[in-house]
C-alpha cells in the first residue's frame, strides 16, 4: 500500500488520553502512515498534561481555549481552524474519538471535505440527547458521518447495527482506556501525594465535573460525600478538582477545609493512575473512570442517572447511583459495610478489553488500504 496520511484530532484530556496509544501504534508503523496529529486545545493544560507524559508532539495546535467560551465558539474555531488544514495537508482519515465538541466538530469539518472519518470508541448510547450533554448527541452525530467505526464491546456494534450502519465497517476493538493504563503502568512515578494516601484510610476518589450535574446535583453529592467522612473515621477522600470555574466554586464552598478530604489540582495521567490504583472505590460522573476503574479492580458509583457504558452494569463494575443525597449515601455505606457486595463489584471481569485496541484499530486501517 501507499503510505497515507492520517489525522488524528482531539482536544480534551479524555480524547488525549485514549488517543494516545493509537498515535504510538500509528507511529510504529511510518511505511504504512504519515501520522498528523492535530490538537485543538479545547482543553489547554490538562490537555499538555497528557501529551508531555505519552511523549506526543502535535503537528497542529489550534490552540482555540478562551475563557468561557460556549459550545458554539467552540465549534466554529475548531471548524475554520481545521477547514484551513485539511485543504492544505489532504490527509487520506481523520480520527476522532469519542463524544466531546472537537470530535464533533472535527468530524463535520472532515466531512465537508468529503474526507473519511474513523471514530473511535463509537456507538455508545444513553439515547437521551440531553444525558449527557451535549456528549450523548455529538457521539450520535458523529457516527451519522463516519465511515470505519471502531467499538469496544459487542453492545456498542449492536447499538450501530439497529442504527442500520454497515456491518462491514464496524469493528470489535476493545476501548483504548485499557492500553494507557497498559502505557502509564510501565512508568515510574514519585510524587508527594502518593505518600499521602496511606494504607490505614479506604481512599475514596472523586472526580464531578459534567454540565448537567453543576448546583443542586453536585451539592448533594458532596454533601453526602461529607457525611460518610464524618461517620467513617478510616474513610479519607481526595478529589482532583476540574478547573471549571463552577466546579471550583462549588468544591470552595462544600469540601474545602474538610477533614481526611483531599483537594488536589488535576493530575497528570501516570500520576492519576498511579492514585486510582491506591482507590478502594471510585466516585464519579465521569465516562472514561467507568472504563479504567476496573482495570485495577475497583468499584465504580456512577454520579450520573444514565450512563452509555451499559457492559459495566452486566459485568457488575460499577452501578449508577445518580446525584440524590441519600441514594449517594447509601451506595458508597453499602461499600463500606458488605464485604461481600464490594468483593462481587471488585472482582467482576472488565468488560472493555484487554489492552490491544490499539494494535487492532491500525490492522484494521492496513486491511482497509490494502483492499
Known sequence: MDRKKIAVVFGTRPEAIKMAPVI?????????????????AQHREMLDQVLKVFKIEPTYDLDVMKKNQSLSEITISVMKGLEDIFLKELPDMV??????????????????????????????????????????????????????FFVPT??????????????????VTGNTAIDAITYTKSLKVEHPLLDKLTTDKKWILLTMHRRENHGEPMRNVFKAVKRIVDEHKDVAVVMPVHLSPTVQRLVKELLEDQDRILLV??????????????????????????????????PV???????????GLEAGTLKVVGT????V????????????????????????GDGTASIEIVSVLMNFYAD
Open 95 to 148: 480520527l476522532v474519538h469519542g463524544d466531546t465538541t472537537t470530535s464533533f466538530a472535527a468530524a463535520l469539518a472532515a466531512y465537508y471535505q468529503q474526507i473519511p472519518i474513523g471514530h473511535v470508541e463509537a456507538g455508545l448510547r444513553t439515547y437521551d440527547k440531553y444525558f449527557p450533554f451535549p456528549e450523548e448527541a455529538n457521539r450520535q452525530l458523529i457516527d451519522n458521518l463516519a465511515d470505519l
Open 24 to 40: 504510538k501504534e500509528l507511529e510504529k508503523n511510518q511505511h504504512h502512515f504519515d501520522t498528523q496529529v492535530i490538537v485543538t
Open 154 to 171: 459487542e453492545l456498542t456494534k449492536k447499538n450501530l447495527l439497529n442504527e442500520n450502519k454497515p456491518e462491514a465497517n464496524i469493528f
Open 329 to 352: 449515601f447509601q451506595a458508597i455505606n453499602e461499600l463500606l459495610n458488605n464485604e461481600k457486595v464490594y468483593d462481587k463489584m471488585s472482582k467482576a471481569a472488565n468488560p472493555y
Open 265 to 298: 489540582e488535576p493530575l497528570e495521567v501516570d500520576l492519576f493512575h498511579k492514585v486510582m490504583s491506591r482507590a478502594y472505590l471510585v466516585l464519579t460522573d465521569s465516562g472514561g473512570l467507568q472504563e479504567e476503574a476496573p482495570a485495577f479492580d475497583i
Open 301 to 311: 458509583l456512577v454520579l450520573r442517572d444514565t450512563t452509555e457504558r451499559p457492559e
Open 324 to 327: 440524590e443525597q441519600e441514594r
